[in-house]
């Protein structure tokens, strides 16, 4: 009997494939702590091992004392990362399952990662004829009747071609990373004879030269005084602004010309127009649509979403989430699906029903595709236990998809004229007639709606006050999270599924803050320095081109060495200009990452003498914690803080201790907020709350 041996992704993955294929429940056993999962099939023996994401990464051959450094090779994670030791017996595992397989499959996800995964984990792992003799599942949905259909239909081969694309951007993000970070380190170095640790990225810093750019548009800003007149009216008991026809006046004498011509005149409705449109149902999501509704929604960052919908996909309950389709193929089977969630709930009940009595269920579709997978969508399951986070994404996603299917929403819009004193005004109203689909999408469609008294040509009516109002003009908003997501995805810059962990990284540099996104002085200074010097590494034109080369190597149009070699002299003329420019980056670089240390130690005002609270480390101990500026002149106010991660000022105090916010960021693990009060009301039940957090990253990364 013949030996098969599938490589999945992750242990759950491997779990749900291998219950999918089996006939009777597989058998689980174990190898050096690692689930792998045994059954018949065909008349084969069939082992389900799982890798642990990737296994092998990318380093230098030789130790980097200079840059460049273009000698790379793949070596197993745990050789790199010390918190990677868990792979270790992965990759043991594996190695032993290995060996007296004939036959390989790849059922890693299907996309430019997993291609790698999978390719690396046969190549390194599996005998030397894995890679060519190797078939390939693919699904969109870790569900069984999927995983079955995906065996069944096998790929001949591996996506080579994905995988090409993807070691070719594994190894120029490191050749940009590696290199650059190298330089802009030992310029500091060289300049100031101390070390800074500096890092940037292929792609990490063009989005970083965006948010400077609107950093200074907000600095450069100079506000513009403007007036605004208005009437308020009581009617019917409710009290409704009418506007002036010019919202804005920048000449106070004019404005006030209109203000006097309105004093107490009455106001006469000389026109009422009515109008009605409908608003179309929304398309399904990809992933940065999931990811801004979802920051719209609930405050969650978009790498948060990433990670809430990665958990809602190895649970099966929704199709694979790093997708840029908004398409939804009639082959997903539209009516079992909402069939399938009307039984989880009975608010869904009542929604699927009704979308169930329709004549035909054809979604809106939007106009992006994904030639791997369709749009996000639920898969019917129904879930088991949702942390009170992923069963709100969840909900947004399931509500999504019914609303697809609805038909248009009815509004209608009113606008009422009127003359005072020879002025002309108006009132606004929208209401909704029809609520269509905007039934189904629930509180996530709400709009408020202006509702006006019923009105008649002619009327007149006296105005309560009338209001003269000097206001400013605003700069343009900062970007938050979803913003500049959206904004990288419009310019080109980077992946569906590299955009969001390349913003954290950004935070966690130290080189922006905050939800509405500041740029620190190290950020300013990264950008400054290079733009003036070496302005390719943060070009946008660049970085996108790159991005279009990769995706022709996934179209099969490129070779991947002659764009790996073309990157690569492309760089090497980039660094020998950066080389010539050191001493003048390093300056500025120097004296920007000082300034940045000197803040973030900064975390907030003192509530005993008015100092400052700042990171302390204690010569005696070496441990962390927050103490006040003052001390010298006698001010012992000290509280602790945690020992590992970046910790950050939120620029607030909490409300019921009035000691200040802090944000705690620690890699591998979601950002958590407290005050510094260990004694505060507010943590009555950490202890309980840790635990739940702790839990729910536990049920993420499995």
């Known amino acids: 009997m013949g030996k098969t041996l599938i490589i999945c992704e992750k242990p759950s993955s491997a779990a749900k494939i291998a219950a999918a294929l089996a006939k009777k429940k597989p058998k689980k056993q174990e190898l050096n702590g690692v689930p792998y999962y045994e059954l018949e099939l065909d008349g084969k023996r069939m082992f389900v091992a799982p ?29 790199v990362n010390r918190r990677a030791e868990r792979a270790r017996a992965f990759v043991e595992a594996i190695r032993e399952l290995a060996k007296d397989a004939d036959e390989f499959i790849s059922a890693t996800d299907y996309d430019v990662e997993g291609a790698v995964i999978g390719y690396n984990v046969l190549r390194f792992l599996c005998d030397e004829k894995a890679v060519s ?69 292929r792609v990490q810093t063009p989005m970083l030269k965006i948010l400077v750019e609107r950093e200074r548009e907000i600095k450069a800003f100079k506000p513009e005084p403007f007036w605004v007149v208005s009437l ?13 026809a010019t919202p804005r006046f920048f000449n106070k004498a004019e404005a006030g010309k209109v203000r006097d011509s309105c004093q107490g005149k009455q106001a006469r409705v000389s026109a ?8 179309p149902p929304p398309a399904p999501f990809d992933l940065g649509v999931l990811q801004s509704e979802a920051y719209r929604c609930f405050g969650y960052t978009p790498m948060r979403t990433q990670q809430l919908a990665q958990f809602l996909y190895d649970a099966a309950l929704i199709s694979y989430p790093r997708t840029s389709s908004q398409k939804l193929p009639p082959s997903i089977g539209y009516a079992e699906i909402i069939e399938r969630l009307g039984k989880i709930s009975k608010q869904y009940k009542k929604l ?37 986070p992923q069963q709100k994404l969840y909900d947004l996603i399931v509500r999504r998809y019914f609303s697809v299917f609805g038909k248009p929403a009815l509004k209608e819009s009113v606008r009422v004229e009127l003359d005072v004193g020879g002025q002309p005004f108006y009132l ?46 605003q700069p343009p908003p900062r970007y938050n999270p979803a913003s500049i997501i959206k904004e990288m995805e419009k310019r080109n810059l980077g992946t569906k599924a590299t955009r969001a962990p390349i913003l954290q990284n950004v935070y966690n540099r130290g080189y922006i803050m905050g939800n509405q996104i500041r740029v620190t002085e190290l950020g300013m200074g990264v950008v400054d320095a290079l733009s003036e010097h070496c302005p390719e590494i943060i070009s946008e034109e660049l970085t996108a081109h790159f991005e279009q080369e990769m995706e022709a190597i996934q179209q099969g149009k490129r070779n991947k060495d002659e764009v790996i070699a073309k990157a690569r002299a492309k760089l090497n ?28 130690r900064v975390l907030g005002t003192c509530q005993k003498c008015g100092g400052q609270l700042k990171i302390v480390v204690s010569r005696r101990t070496h441990k962390r914690f927050a ?66 957090v702790v839990r729910a990253q536990g049920e993420e990364a499995s």
């Open 428 to 473: 606004r109203g929208r209401r909704i007639i029809d609520d269509g689909w905007l039934m189904y999408y629930g509180p996530y469609g709400a709009t408020e709606e202006i509702t006006l008294p019923l009105l008649s040509e002619g009327q007149v009516l006296m105005p309560k006050k009338l209001l003269f109002d000097e206001k400013e003009t």
């Open 352 to 388: 699927a029903d009704s979308l169930l009595e329709l004549p035909e269920l054809s979604p809106n579709e939007g106009g992006k595709t994904d030639p791997a997978h369709p749009a996000i969508y639920p898969t019917g399951e129904k879930p088991e236990k949702l942390s009170g």
């Open 573 to 600: 003329e980039i660094l020998k200009k950066f080389k010539q420019h050191q001493l003048e980056i390093g300056k500025g670089l120097g004296e920007a990452f000082r300034q940045t240390k000197q803040k973030q």
């Open 133 to 201: 003799r190797a078939k390939r599942m693919k699904f969109s949905a870790l569900t069984t009747s999927d995983l079955r259909q995906a065996y069944e239909n096998l790929l001949p081969r591996l996506d080579l071609e994905l995988v090409d694309s993807g070691i070719a951007r594994h190894v120029l993000d490191w050749y940009w990373g590696m290199n650059v970070s190298k330089a802009m380190s030992a310029a500091v170095e060289a300049a100031h004879k101390r070390f800074a640790k500096l890092s940037t990225g």
């Open 272 to 279: 009422i127009q009515t109008r009605q449109y409908r608003q």
């Open 51 to 79: 890798a642990l994401g990737h296994l092998f990464t990318l380093k230098n051959v030789k130790p980097m004392h200079d840059y460049p450094v273009y000698d790379v090779d793949w070596v197993p994670t745990y050789e």
């Open 232 to 244: 308020l009216f009581e009617i019917e008991g409710r009290e409704i602004i009418a506007e002036h």
């Open 627 to 692: 103490g006040c500026s003052n001390y010298s002149e006698g001010c012992r106010n000290s509280f602790p803080l945690p020992q590992f991660g970046m910790i950050m000022s939120m620029d607030k105090t909490c409300e019921q201790c009035g000691t200040p916010m802090i944000q705690v960021n620690r890699q591998g693990t979601r950002p958590y907020r407290m005050c510094l009060d260990p004694k505060c009301p507010s943590k009555k039940d950490w202890g309980k709350k840790k635990a739940d």
